[in-house]
């Protein structure tokens, strides 16, 4: 069973940026479509992008459409989701998800069946 790891969270100031990773030591996530969420204080989890377990297409919130970048790479097994222009507004735990092949809808959680701890971004100045 896969156990994602996410790292890369921190406190950044506004208009900064960031990389998450998601890796995971013992399955090749090139097999699984991966997605990034986020979950704020008392708001619901919201997709904010993904990438196809072939790695052609990717997807991104309109929210983040933009500032925000998914990657693989393969000999890592690591994807990436690099974060520019922070905004106070994507303080958030972000988690990365993983479907083994491929998914309709990418930004859906339920679409996803493995899922990591989490990691803390917060935008302050």
């Known amino acids: 069973q896969l156990q994602l790891v996410e790292s890369g969270g921190g406190l950044v100031q506004p208009g900064g940026s960031l990389r998450l990773s998601c890796t995971d030591s013992?399955?090749?996530?090139?097999?699984?479509?991966i997605g990034w969420f986020r979950q704020a204080p008392g708001k619901e989890r919201e997709g904010v992008s993904c990438i196809s377990n072939a790695g052609g297409r990717t997807d991104y919130a309109d929210s983040v459409e933009g500032r925000f970048t998914i990657s693989r790479d393969i000999p890592k097994n690591t994807v990436y989701l690099q974060i520019n222009s922070l905004e106070p507004e994507d303080t958030a735990v972000y988690y990365c998800a993983a479907t083994l092949g491929t998914s309709s809808y990418c930004l859906a959680s339920h679409e996803y069946h493995f899922w990591g701890q989490g990691t803390q971004v917060t935008v302050s100045s």
């Open positions: 013992g399955f090749t996530l090139d097999y699984y479509t």
